[in-house]
T-cell receptor
Framework: DTAVSQTPKYLVTQMGNDKSIKCEQN?????MYWYKQDSKKFLKIMFS???????INETVPNRFSPKSPDKAHLNLHINSLELGDSAVYFC????????????FGQGTRLTVV | SQQGEEDPQALSIQEGENATMNCSYK?????LQWYRQNSGRGLVHLIL?????REKHSGRLRVTLDTSKKSSSLLITASRAADTASYFC?????????FGAGTRLTVKP
């Protein structure tokens, strides 16, 4: 079974649309993250949740809204998509205690046309 | 904001050679971790070194950490073509894991 799964794997959409990316982890972890990886491979943290509570909200446009219905899920909703939102988005999870590793999903490649 | 910065950005070596990648960071950390990313895939954890450790080994991997210089290095010995990937360092704070831009390693057969 996949530990951290994201859907969809690929997403092509037009500017102005609203889309969601789903993430689920079956590891029993308390902390989940969203990262954005641009074309230059920079991996930037967007959000961090611990037990469904928002811990980190980096400088991300408020068109991006994470939702955590339970600690196993962290979905990312994006409103009014722009060309610059095109990137690969990674979900990850960890136990949230110090000195533990993160487990990553396979990524969602978002292309805005 | 980015925390770690890897150096070099790209590295190309022959199979059998050693590969060394460096990482510098800015703030105090609980630990530093190295991850690998194959093209089109998610990141996979390789090794974690705690802030009170100076060196750690795992198979062909050797990691050093110098907290006074806020830097770390990853050495891959006897490289293989299958080691071709991007390697990222990550620093862990409080529910916060921040990555550098990565080093793209190419190992030629």
């Amino acid at each position: 079974d996949t530990a951290v799964s994201q859907t969809p794997k690929y997403l092509v959409t037009q500017m102005g649309n609203d889309k969601s990316i789903k993430c689920e982890q079956n590891l029993g972890h308390d902390t989940m993250y969203w990262y954005k990886q641009d074309s230059k491979k920079f991996l930037k943290i967007m959000f961090s949740y611990n037990n469904k509570e928002l811990i980190i909200n980096e400088t991300v446009p408020n068109r991006f809204s994470p939702k955590s219905p339970d600690k196993a899920h962290l979905n990312l909703h994006i409103n009014s998509l722009e060309l610059g939102d095109s990137a690969v988005y990674f979900c990850a999870s960890s136990r949230g205690t110090p000195n533990t590793e993160a487990f990553f999903g396979q990524g969602t490649r978002l292309t805005v046309v | 904001s980015q925390q770690g910065e890897e150096d070099p950005q790209a590295l190309s070596i022959q199979e059998g050679e050693n590969a060394t990648m460096n990482c510098s960071y800015k703030t105090s950390i609980n630990n530093l971790q190295w991850y690998r990313q194959n093209s089109g895939r998610g990141l996979v954890h390789l090794i974690l070194i705690r802030s009170n450790e100076r060196e750690k080994h795992s198979g062909r991997l050797r990691v050093t950490l110098d907290t006074s210089k806020k830097s770390s290095s990853l050495l891959i010995t006897a490289s293989r073509a299958a080691d071709t990937a991007s390697y990222f360092c990550a620093t862990e704070g409080n529910n916060d894991m921040r990555f550098g831009a990565g080093t793209r390693l190419t190992v030629k057969p």
